[in-house]
């Protein structure tokens, strides 16, 4: 069964250099770039109009984003090394601090906050997977090893009890936050991988990148359950629905893919360029229809709806 989604809005020219990050709260949008300042758009309008700019946020611009599901934190990784944490007050988001570790340009690389923004997780350029409260004076509260591979993406489960961290080398792994061990060793993709993700539920875990599928495992025993093919081109990002029916994808010859977990297959496919898709993000679910947001090398944010039968 094949889905439908048409072309809502798309904001063209968001930024003035590619949009790498996206990240989503109940009511807004927000974008990063090669360029020093974030951009948030509301998703309460069908124009998705600007809503707030933060200035300088990251001198040489921002390479990674990410929201706390309750949408109280966001947090920014930049080019420069420096992470900081954002807090939002009447949808306007103030600078809360930042996370220091001795942080020198591409210490930090992918970035997740957990639901409710307290803890922050982070990966290095020499593998090391770090953990840190953001209310306890933003400690490090937990500093996992792996195999030394660049640490190229990361995400934390809903439930905050588990981290996972995709690598250059094709290494994925799975962390216990409670007991700070190691749970798994997934079977890699010997690629790098570029985007891991946890379903809402916990149940699974999506990773992909440049072996040009999506690789499915399920969290609590370590197996590989499906691979989803269809993409020709490395995948930078993925996300996962609310519901944890459907996982969006976008890949580096600008096409977007949307799969049903159920039926292991693509269920639609959108070329809005033929530039990379840096990130892809579903929207919140405005009544029964379902939207998503895609950005990347053409500097816009383009956004879809589900098509409505009858």
Known sequence: MSKQYLTSHTVDEAHITDI?????????IISASGSSSLKVHSTTDPDFPLHQT??????????????????SKLASAGFDGKVKIWAVQDGQWTEEGEIVDGNKAGEIWAIALSEDGQYFASTTYDGRVNVWDTLAGRKKIREFETKGSYGMSIDLSLD??????????GG?????????RLLHSLPGLVQPIRSVAFSP?????????DAKLIAL??????EQVANLIGHGAWIFSIDWSNTGEYLLSGAFDGKAKVWSIDQRTCVA???????????VKWLPKTGKNEGFAIAGANRSIS???EATGG
Not at 20 to 28: G, I, K
Not at 172 to 178: E, G, R, S
């Open 201 to 209: 539920g916990g149940t699974f875990l999506a990773a992909a990148g």
């Open 20 to 28: 790498f990050s996206l990240a989503v709260t109940s009511t807004q």
């Open 160 to 169: 905050g009890k588990f981290t996972a961290s995709g690598h250059k080398n």
């Open 217 to 222: 495992y399920d969290v609590a025993s370590g």
């Open 172 to 180: 994925i792994y799975i962390f216990n936050n409670d007991t700070g």
């Open 269 to 279: 496919t959108h070329t809005e360029t033929d530039q990379t898709i840096w990130g």
């Open 303 to 305: 956004f879809y709806r």
């Open 54 to 71: 933060l200035e300088k946020a990251h001198r040489l611009g921002c390479h990674h984003l990410a929201a706390s599901k309750n949408g």
